[in-house]
């Protein structure tokens, strides 16, 4: 496994890392969570994702008690939280990144968690009813109170970052560090275009998120929906449209010949290709299934064959699907 900066900072995360995204809480158990987070960690993963929000607050406590059950020493794992929609229903509580929130919400995920600290926090959503200014100023004193050791964002606008970062550089406040967006092969504008200038100008870091769009380039919504895939889930009937789009899957199917001549599955090239682009710090993968955890992470011997022939490839054949 390699090991990047995340952004401009000193901190170094494996390329593909695990997150817990639908999965703990509604498909992985502790153990089945520890499983999977053992067989990330053999194939050299250091950060696990994590949110607040996952499973109501379930999905850190499963994290929690496997990371106290693999007593792996804590200065060797990143872990994460975000925050933004809340736990509770009340005006400082649900879908807000004011001061009060945040600075209460970190204290309630750390009990979760079991943990003295989270390395890395992220402001889930940007959140237009609270200046950046107050944000900004809750996240340094959350890494000053030694709640956390960085922050960063979640799906906002480059102007957005860029805002929060200027506040921080007036002030000498803690800077944002890295931002979570989607990133696959449908999914590229915002890392490709939108952030452009960010990369050089504030050095911002990437942990990106659904590198298979959630399955979908996995091939295995092709003939329809599988019982045991995540479209089935209920309370996840919102995804099945995109699923099951039929040019998407017909790309999809086109790409195996591209996996087949580099040697690998589709997950995997689809995977290597979020991380063959630099400014990717990390691409944080998904699994319902300590298989698919020992699968994917064998994408990290095919980044380096995404050559500029492979990509073009590629680009033939997903590139107008694309947003
Ligand atoms: P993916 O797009 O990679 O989807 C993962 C899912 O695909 C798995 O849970 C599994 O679902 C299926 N899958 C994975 N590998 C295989 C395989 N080899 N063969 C067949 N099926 C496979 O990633 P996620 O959408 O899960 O996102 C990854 C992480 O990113 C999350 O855990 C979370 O930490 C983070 N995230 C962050 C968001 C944000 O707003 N910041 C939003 C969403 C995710 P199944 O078996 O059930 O079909």
Not at 10 to 28: A, D, H, P, R
Not at 94 to 114: P, Q, V, W
Not at 191 to 198: G, K, T
Request: proline fraction near 4%.
């Amino acid at each position: 496994m390699n090991y990047r900066r995340l952004g401009r900072s000193g901190l170094k995360v494996s390329e593909l890392s695990f997150g817990s995204w639908v999965t703990y809480g509604s498909q992985l158990d502790t153990k089945l969570a520890r499983e999977c987070m053992a067989a990330a960690w053999d194939a050299g993963v250091n950060f696990f994702d994590n949110a607040e929000v996952y499973a109501g607050g379930k999905s850190e406590q499963i994290m929690g008690a496997a990371l106290a059950d693999l007593r792996w020493p804590r200065e060797k794992y990143v872990v994460s939280t975000k925050f933004f929609w809340g736990l509770s229903d009340g005006p400082n509580q649900r879908n807000t990144l004011n001061r009060k929130y945040l600075l209460h919400a970190i204290e309630a995920s750390l009990l979760r968690f079991g943990l003295e600290y989270v390395d890395l926090v992220y402001c889930h959503r940007p959140d237009p009813n609270t200046p950046i200014e107050e944000t900004v100023w809750a996240m340094h004193d959350m890494i000053s109170r030694g709640r956390a050791l960085y922050w960063g964002t979640s799906e906002w606008s480059a102007d957005e970052i860029r805002a929060a970062w200027d506040i921080a550089e007036r002030h000498h406040l803690h800077k944002p560090v890295m931002e979570q967006p989607e990133y696959n092969l449908f999914r590229r504008r915002r890392v490709e275009r939108e952030y452009l200038r960010l990369y050089e100008d504030i050095g911002l870091g990437l942990t990106t998120w659904s590198p298979l769009a959630s399955g979908l380039l996995t091939g295995k919504y092709r003939d329809g929906i599988p019982d045991d895939s995540r479209a089935a889930l209920k309370g996840y009937d919102w995804l099945r449209e995109a699923l099951t789009d039929p040019a998407r899957n017909a790309a999809v199917a086109d790409l195996q010949a591209v996996a087949s001549d580099l040697g690998c599955t589709l997950p995997q090239l689809a995977i290597a290709w979020c991380a063959s682009n630099p400014h990717v710090s990390t691409v944080i993968t998904g699994a319902s299934k300590p298989e698919q955890v020992v699968e994917n992470m064998k994408a990290q011997d095919v980044i380096a064959r995404i050559d500029a022939g492979v990509r073009e490839r590629i680009d033939a054949l997903t590139g107008k699907l694309a947003r």
